[in-house]
């Protein structure tokens, strides 16, 4: 599947955005598990207040199910205008 | 309706004279203009650096307008933002409104900016002397959006 | 701070130019652009005709924005209304605020018009084929009124 | 004293507006009453809602004081933006 990082959460691991990864997760819950354990910077990132996920270009809990296809977007506070 | 990135200077004034006479039947047109400001918390800013997830931010943007325009009755939205560096002075955001009467249109406006603020997939990185820092929303654009969705 | 009563046509982007370069650090610009419509309530205007009282008009208009620019903490603020004979399609108001933030703006905005709606002394007539009506500010502009006394 | 009317008001005493007129009346409530009984229209646009006042350009309520060398303006509702 592909990961994509944004905000402050991409520089936590810079080399992991927008790149295709092999995980046997099936929601985006057990790819977060699975991420946090081989990246102790991600799991940090991870617990920070407000972080968001998108699969396949729509907002979703994190208990939402994923496949090898899918785009898997997190995302850190949202602040534009 | 029109929703656009962009990535390099676009000129504020030039856009609205533009989108007044494409809505030359609508009595009222309010607007907003957001910029780089030059100093931040006593700090010179040197850049704001907006990062975007190309077609998820336009389409959830557009999605969002489309709503107001439809709700608020509008004849017509433009949303300009800026991604990529932006020097100091230069614009971030144009929003404008344009409908028959005022309440709507200033109406309309306040609510596109407030969901930019903490609901657009947008991220802004403030870069000043002292090194970069991300931009959170504040406690205030955070009761704006309780607020704009209780009343949604 | 800059309040003009003018007898003809205006531009209001060439303005909103103007007052956007003397406000080159605020980070907030609202505005708003009142403009003669062509039509109303099914009939075709031919003229709108605006009254004031010739030094009071002014001196009202530029106490409030004064206090606004005050309480709100604006930068800077913008008001230019038309008197006389106006068109369909010409701009009849432009206010724009200048702050460091969108909410003083946007809300300093939204009380500037509201106030001319039911307290600048100003009288507007609409002239249709039918003959010519006086306007009277609508049970919304009341409301508007009774809220904003009710905040300030 | 100076009588200037404005909006609605002025249609109704046309003759009226931007005149100096002689009147013996010591407050804003005796000169409408003195005006009155000379213009019957004006004393119809008097009784319409939203009369305001304003003497030497300060708006004031009707029992205002006023004196020979007073400016007193009649306004229909006010209607601007």
Known sequence: ????????????????????IISSARSVRELMGWLCQSDADLARAFDRAGLRVAVDQCFVDFDAAITPQSEVAFMSPLSGG | MRVVLVDCIFEPTTELKLFESENANSGAIATFMGRCRPRT???????????????????????????????????????????????????????????????EALAAVETIIDF?????????????????????????????????????
Request: charged letters at 25%; a negative charge.
């Open chain 2, 116 to 152: 930019l603020k903490t609901d657009a997939p947008l991220w802004k990185r403030e870069v000043t002397n002292n090194g970069a820092q991300w931009v959170e929303p504040t406690a205030l654009d955070y009761q704006r959006q309780i607020s704009r969705i209780a009343k949604s």
């Open chain 1, 1 to 20: 599947m592909r990961l994509l990082l944004f905000g402050q959460i991409r520089d936590s691991a810079e080399h992991l955005h927008d790149t295709e």
């Open chain 2, 41 to 103: 918390s006593g700090e010179d800013v040197t850049a704001l650096e907006l990062q975007h997830y190309p077609n998820f931010t336009e389409q959830q943007i557009s999605r969002f307008v489309q709503d107001i325009c439809c709700s608020k009755r509008l004849h017509d939205a433009l949303v300009i933002h800026r991604v990529g560096a932006i020097s100091p002075g230069e614009a971030i955001v144009l929003v404008a409104c344009a409908s028959d009467h005022r309440a």
